[in-house]
T-cell receptor, first 115, second 111 residues
């Protein structure tokens, strides 16, 4: 069974460009979570999505960031007009249901660097 | 969010048991205790979770205090591959499904 797949593993963008990060959950998982790890900081929750719905976006910055999880295809985290402070590792996790009694399975992340 | 407290770092020798403590004195009755670990340059990896009873799986054991205000992750025989940051996290009904990561414990395993 394939685990959570994230691509690209590394992404370099210039200030002002757009960054698109993709996440394919584990087979059979319909719940996806995005987390961000800034340099020398801990992991912070960003957003929780179920197919076609955003369930909890309490950790998303108010501007420039958006996320989607369409009926078909991977979940996308989109960052518009990137700035240096967006440089971080972005991790996606998935679970079969959104229950506190279930583990989340993480991908190996996308490392975003802003020049 | 309910808070957990862990030592910043611990050290162990290879092939010896490791006991990683976690305090969570504000835990409520429906909160699950989860443990994840993160190896360098990798995403977090689920280790184990429990509610009230002690739990065992192929990776580790979780010992939960009777009052649930603390727990201990037990690695029975540490290997070099177990060197990682270990996070103790309360999965809260009130917080939905999001995980709140703290600083964790950096485990060093000496050969």
């Amino acid at each position: 069974n394939a685990g959570v797949m994230q691509n690209p593993r590394h992404l370099v963008r210039r200030r002002g460009q757009e960054a698109r990060l993709r996440c394919s959950p584990m087979k059979g998982h319909s719940h996806v979570y995005w987390y961000r790890q800034l340099p020398e900081e801990g992991l912070k929750f960003m957003v929780y999505l179920q197919k076609e719905n955003i369930i909890d976006e309490s950790g998303m910055p108010k501007e420039r960031f958006s996320a989607e999880f369409p009926k078909e295809g991977p979940s996308i985290l989109r960052i518009q007009q990137v700035v240096r402070g967006d440089s971080a590792a972005y991790f996606c996790a998935s679970s079969p249901e959104g229950s506190v009694n279930q583990p989340q399975h993480f991908g190996d992340g996308t490392r975003l660097s802003i020049l | 969010d309910a808070k957990t407290t862990q030592p910043n770092s611990m050290e162990s020798n290879e092939e010896e048991p490791v006991h990683l403590p976690c305090n969570h004195s504000t835990i409520s009755g429906t909160d699950y205790i989860h443990w994840y670990r993160q190896l360098p340059s990798q995403g977090p990896e689920y280790v184990i979770h429990g509610l009230t009873s002690n739990v065992n799986n192929r990776m580790a054991s979780l010992a939960i205090a009777e009052d649930r205000k603390s727990s201990t992750l037990i690695l029975h025989r540490a290997t070099l591959r177990d060197a990682a940051v270990y996070y103790c996290i309360l999965s809260l009904e009130t917080s939905g499904s999001r995980l709140t990561f703290g600083e964790g414990t950096q485990l060093t395993v000496n050969p």
